[in-house]
């Protein structure tokens, strides 16, 4: 599967964004999807995992309340809504795919990944 994130850009603490990721292939449905994001010099850190029907989610303890994610299995898109973004949000954000359809947070569970978008953060 191909995937394709986008929505990134520059907002103000306090401000919202919709990342989406979109996928190409038939078995969208059968995927556990993540979002993943890095800051150069950093290591891969997890935001968010969503089951593939949609039922179970889970969050990193940095992000939980703040962001969501959700998935449209019919449109092929998984999204993640940030509000609330604060500075140390900044990062390159990457959607990822697991075969084993579950929400994992490890990434080395993940066998696809998309080319990433940046968020930046700042007044």
């Known amino acids: 599967v191909q995937l394709q994130a986008c929505g990134g850009g520059l907002v103000q603490p306090g401000g919202s964004l919709r990342l989406s990721c979109g996928a190409s292939?038939?078995?969208?449905?059968?995927?556990?999807m993540g979002w993943f994001r890095r800051v150069p010099g950093k290591e891969r850190e997890f935001v968010a995992a969503?089951?593939?029907?949609?039922?179970?989610?889970a969050y990193a303890d940095s992000v939980k309340g703040r962001f969501t994610i959700s998935r449209d299995n019919a449109k092929n898109t998984v999204n993640l809504q940030m509000n609330s973004l604060k500075p140390e949000d900044t990062a390159v954000y990457y959607c990822?795919?697991?075969?084993?359809?579950?929400?994992?947070?490890?990434?080395?569970?993940?066998?696809?990944w998309g080319q990433g978008t940046l968020v930046t953060v700042s007044s």
């Open positions: 990822a795919a697991d075969r084993g359809g579950w929400p994992s947070t490890y990434s080395t569970e993940y066998d696809f």
């Open positions: 292939g038939r078995a969208f449905s059968s995927y556990g």
């Open positions: 969503i089951s593939r029907s949609g039922v179970t989610t």
